[in-house]
């Protein structure tokens, strides 16, 4: 399976600031997605980032809070803006190589906002 | 609206027992499930998928669309073994998002 490479790893941030996560794929892949894992939660889909265009977000997410790039199919980012305690969780970026794939996982960013 | 349910938080058996982690499923249309693991310090990883038909590490796990779930079994569990296991169903084609059961915690002691 694909090499996924996610950064930083773990970040703590300051209440009011952004931070952007990077997730490089060692190989194009088709589909790439961002997951939020809160404090003793499962895993929750933020949004499907589309390679050319503007990310496909779930409910409950916005693009002002979660902006995603994709300038291609080997790399994307999230930004987490404005952030607040609440958003202390672990990040973790996925991607499928094509539809008959299943999906495989990044490391993660574990984040903490004082 | 699809949802995974795994109704153990935490499960703890002895070496060489048989485990079973169940999952249940709600999803209208034709689901694919999938048994992810996370190892101590280790990255989720996939373990199964229902399609595959295959034992990984000695695990199994049947689709049941009667029943609606798909848990996992392994017939003599290792210490190994210990990890928490993430239940997970993708939409038809499985190209769209996973929904993820909320996880159980499995402990073999020795």
């Known amino acids: 399976s694909a090499v996924i490479s996610q950064k930083p790893s773990r970040d703590i941030c300051q209440r009011g600031t952004s931070l952007t996560i990077q997730c490089q794929v060692d190989?194009?892949?088709?589909?790439m997605f961002w997951y939020r894992q809160q404090p003793g939660q499962s895993l929750t889909l933020i949004a499907t980032?589309?390679?050319?265009?503007?990310?496909?977000?779930e409910s409950g997410f916005v693009i002002d809070k979660f902006p995603i790039s994709r300038p291609n199919l080997t790399f994307s980012t999230l930004t987490v803006s404005n952030m607040s305690p609440e958003d202390s969780s672990i990040y973790l970026c996925?991607?499928?190589?094509?539809?008959?794939?299943?999906?495989?996982f990044g490391d993660g960013t574990r984040l903490s906002i004082l | 609206a699809q949802r995974v349910t795994q109704p153990e938080k935490l499960l703890s058996v002895f070496k060489g027992a048989p485990v079973e982690l169940k999952c249940n499923y709600s999803?209208?249309?034709?689901?694919?499930l999938f048994w992810y693991v996370q190892y101590s310090r280790q990255r989720l990883q996939l373990l199964l998928r229902?399609?595959s038909r295959e034992s990984i590490k000695g695990f199994t796990a049947d689709l049941n669309k009667g029943e609606t779930s798909f848990h996992l079994k392994k017939p003599f569990a290792q210490e190994e073994d210990s990890a928490m296991y993430y239940c997970?169903?993708?939409?038809?084609?499985?190209?769209?998002?996973?929904?993820f059961g909320k996880g159980t915690k499995l402990t073999v002691n020795p």
């Open positions: 996925s991607v499928q190589g094509n539809s008959n794939q299943p999906q495989h």
């Open positions: 190989s194009q892949v088709t589909m």
């Open positions: 980032a589309n390679q050319g265009s503007e990310a496909t977000y």
């Open positions: 999803y209208s249309g034709s689901p694919e």
């Open positions: 229902h399609i």
């Open positions: 997970a169903l993708a939409t038809q084609g499985g190209s769209e998002k996973l929904v």
